[in-house]
């Protein structure tokens, strides 16, 4: 061998020793992790797509059921090595598994659980929330806590929400940092139910103002729509507007486009469809709860809902221009439909105007903002829920 191939052999020699010693420095300062816990995430729904694609029949067969593949089925099908492998620190063990969710029989959701003792876990999103939020506060803007169809104003009231069968948490307040970001669609959370989903209301809306309804009305004898969301099959022209918004057939403010991904984690619902009337005072959802339109996958906001929003003690009725004090929802200084409609008429809904409500004629024309429920499996990958830095939900294509 001449001296210039020598030369070559040393010069391949360090190379390779030098990419050594990065790799083992990289180790070191990463604290032994071979792969980032994302990473490990990102591995165990890979595999678990690979299982699927070889044993298909394991597969979710209803609407929004589940089915969950262990890391234990995963690595004695040879799809994955056991997970403690590809964190480096030997004293971190490693479980895990991934929830396969059916969303209104299209979508397939592959939602992963991690946990590497107090090394890691796997964070939900509305279990971020809530400990941002102190679960629960008594004073000021921030999420209450609802029990019983009454809010709770004293911290040694505060609850477990397994404690209770009717328990919630509702954001009220001016200043509430709710913001949800998914691709480019950004919205709010009004609540979570006591299965941990989340109540969002879109913060954009339609692009051209709609009517509730514009149907002839002939209790009114004119064609001013009839306030009825549905009846017996027959859909208003509300429930038209936010079903083709889910459908991602509707043209949205400012051209933004509907991020289809939302649909894999939204869950159905049970929306509110009773009528108000402008007198009645209870925000509990106690009236708009006396008829249920059930599993549905996008609606409108109901009225108790904004009325629970605002602090302002004068807040008694819907009709209530103080409702819109001290509530995040009368920010949008827009105006846009409710989803309840006026008991004490036949032709009206309740309206936002900016910074109040009122009862309006089903053929007027104004925003639509639709209100999903996105699921307790949503997972958190980024934010602090303010408007600058909304949450993130974290998505596994």
Not at 203 to 223: A, I, M, Q, Y
Not at 336 to 362: D, F, M, P, Q, R
Request: net charge negative; with cysteine.
């Amino acid at each position: 061998m001449d001296k210039s191939m020598y030369k070559y052999v040393g010069i391949l020699v360090g190379m390779i020793a030098l990419i050594v010693i990065l790799l083992l420095l990289k180790n070191l300062v990463s604290g032994g992790v071979k792969l980032s816990y994302e990473e490990i995430e990102e591995k165990l729904v890979t595999a678990t797509m690979d299982y699927i694609e070889e044993f298909p029949g394991a597969l979710p067969s209803t609407s929004d059921s589940t089915i969950t593949i262990s890391s234990a089925t995963l690595i004695n099908a040879g799809y994955i090595k056991d997970l403690s492998s590809y964190v480096g620190k030997e004293n971190i063990i490693c479980n895990g598994s991934v929830d396969i969710y059916l969303a209104n029989d299209s979508y397939y959701n592959y939602v992963p659980s991690l946990y590497c003792g107090s090394a890691y876990e796997t964070t939900k999103l509305y279990n971020k929330v809530l400990i941002d939020n102190e679960f629960g506060v008594v004073s000021g803007s921030g999420l209450y806590q609802r029990v019983d169809g009454e809010f709770i104003l004293d911290e040694q009231d505060l609850s477990n929400p397994s404690s209770t069968e009717s328990f919630e948490y509702v954001f009220r307040g001016e200043e509430v940092n709710n913001y949800v970001l998914i691709d480019d669609n950004y919205w709010r959370i009004v609540a979570i139910t006591d299965s941990n989903d989340m109540i969002l209301i879109y913060v954009g809306h339609t692009k051209k103002t709609l009517p509730w309804d514009d149907r002839f009305n002939s209790e009114v004898g004119k064609t001013q729509g009839i306030n009825e969301y549905e009846q017996n099959g027959l859909k208003s022209r509300a429930m038209e507007a936010v079903e083709s918004f889910y459908k991602g057939e509707i043209s949205l403010f400012n051209n933004e486009k509907y991020s289809s991904k939302t649909n894999y984690l939204i869950s159905p619902m049970n929306l509110c469809v009773g009528k108000r009337s402008t007198t009645e005072t209870d925000i509990s959802g106690a009236i708009e709860c006396k008829k249920i339109l059930e599993n549905q996958y996008v609606g409108l906001l109901p009225a108790y809902y904004y009325m629970s929003a605002s602090l302002d003690d004068e807040c008694t009725t819907i009709s209530s221009k103080n409702c819109g004090n001290h509530n995040y929802l009368s920010q949008f200084e827009d105006y846009w439909w409710l989803l309840t409609t006026n008991s004490e008429t036949t032709n009206e809904a309740y309206n936002v105007a900016k910074k109040y409500v009122e009862s309006a004629l089903c053929s007027s024309k104004s925003n639509v903002r639709p209100m999903i429920t996105l699921g307790s499996r949503a997972i958190y990958e980024k934010g602090n829920g303010t408007e600058a830095d909304p949450y993130v939900v974290k998505f596994y294509e």
